[in-house]
């Protein structure tokens, strides 16, 4: 039985959680810190790793607590090394070599997209995943398309060339007047609305498996701003009263907007899963939370559609803990003076120094 500790701030949030085997959770803490940034209407770095700094210590005992059990029971430390905001970043894995030092621990240093990937493992536990698989990792920094061939192995296909999708959402939240984080508000929104309402513009990039969205953002941002109907109705959703060109609904623009980039997430996936023959298809990260996203994404194609339990599709420490097993059980581990990578693509050698 392995049991590992693992450690997420890359973010705007602070978790740590004890994962046994991979698969198991034990415990999983996670202190979020949207109360902090919505006033800003986003992260705010440096505010992000001050919170980090006061919240981390309470919330790994509390992981530990939860799981009934002490540091010197735990096999090894996870976490993660980058992608993220520099700062955020430090303050987990300073606590970390802190904590593998004091207790005489394995250290690993975990992508953070990696841990993503592997949030799908941890909700996985009836039938097993066979490789080759296609996974599109959508969150608030990434879009990544992937062929994961095995354990740590992925070739990239492709990924955003401008805004990720959950920034699409947050941004597009922020036009539309509503609260932080955008994606789950939207999504909130647009079932009221009517998705065939507008027919905002999808990027094509024809042939490559990248994406684009600052487009589809620039389109409801005119569609958003120009004429005072909605606010002649004097309609308010959140602290903003957004003013839309037509009569269409915020509503209708919401769901509009999503399905555009549903739809330009859908159909690129449909086709790499063909080129690539993979056996399934995995969605990771905060966006995969999205029921439109998820419900296209079975409708479009026949292969096994996979996504982790909503719990576990934002930021979590369970998923750094998940993935550190797989390369623990292959024999890594990271040195006590790594350092943050806050640029950090993962490649199959993404861990050679
Ligand atoms: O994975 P995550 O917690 O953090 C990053 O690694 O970036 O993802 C956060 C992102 C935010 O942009 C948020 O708006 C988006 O995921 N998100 C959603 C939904 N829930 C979270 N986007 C669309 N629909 C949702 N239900
Ligand atoms: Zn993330």
């Known amino acids: 039985m392995t049991t590992i500790l693992g450690i997420e701030t890359s973010c705007d949030e602070t978790a740590a959680a004890i994962v046994i085997n991979g698969r198991i959770i034990a415990s999983n803490v996670i202190a979020s810190q949207i109360d902090l940034h919505a006033q800003y209407g986003g992260v705010y770095p440096e505010v992000a790793s001050r919170a980090h700094v006061e919240a981390i210590g309470y919330i790994v005992e509390q992981a530990l607590g939860d799981a009934g059990i ?42 953070h997209l990696e841990g993503h ?39 990239r296909l492709g990924g955003t060339l401008d805004d990720a999708a959950g920034e699409a959402f947050d ?27 507008f027919e905002f513009p999808r990027a094509r990039l024809d042939s490559s498996y990248d994406f684009s969205f600052s487009g589809l953002k620039t389109a409801v941002l005119r569609e958003a701003t120009v004429a005072p109907s909605m606010a002649q109705r004097g309609e308010r959703v959140g602290d903003k009263v957004p003013v839309l060109r037509s009569d269409l609904t915020i509503a209708d623009v919401a769901a509009s907007f999503q399905k555009a980039l549903v739809d330009a997430l859908v159909e690129k996936i449909v086709r790499a899963a063909k080129e690539y023959k993979v056996t399934e298809i995995l969605l990771a990260g905060g966006v995969s939370a999205n029921q439109a996203l998820r419900r296209e994404m079975k409708a479009a194609s026949e292969l096994p559609v996979r996504y982790p339990p909503l719990s576990l599709c934002t930021d979590n420490g369970a998923m750094i803990a998940a993935a550190a097993y797989w390369r623990l059980n292959a024999g890594l581990h990271s040195n006590l003076d790594m350092d943050v990578k806050p640029m950090w693509a993962l490649t199959s050698d993404a861990y050679a120094e």
């Open 70 to 111: 002490s540091l010197a029971k735990v096999d090894a430390v996870a976490v993660t090394r980058g992608p993220g905001l520099v700062g955020s970043l430090l303050v987990g894995i300073n606590y970390a070599k802190g904590l593998a030092l004091g207790a005489d621990k394995p250290l690993l240093g975990i992508n």
């Open 117 to 155: 990937v592997y949030s799908l493992w941890l909700s996985e536990t009836e039938r097993e995943i066979e490789f080759p698989v296609l996974v599109l990792i959508v969150s608030g920094g990434h879009t990544e398309l992937l062929i994961m061939t095995g354990h740590g192995q992925y070739q």
């Open 171 to 197: 941004k597009v939240g922020r036009l539309l007047g509503l609260p932080f984080p955008g994606g789950p508000n939207i999504e909130r929104v647009a079932m009221q609305g009517n998705d065939s309402a």
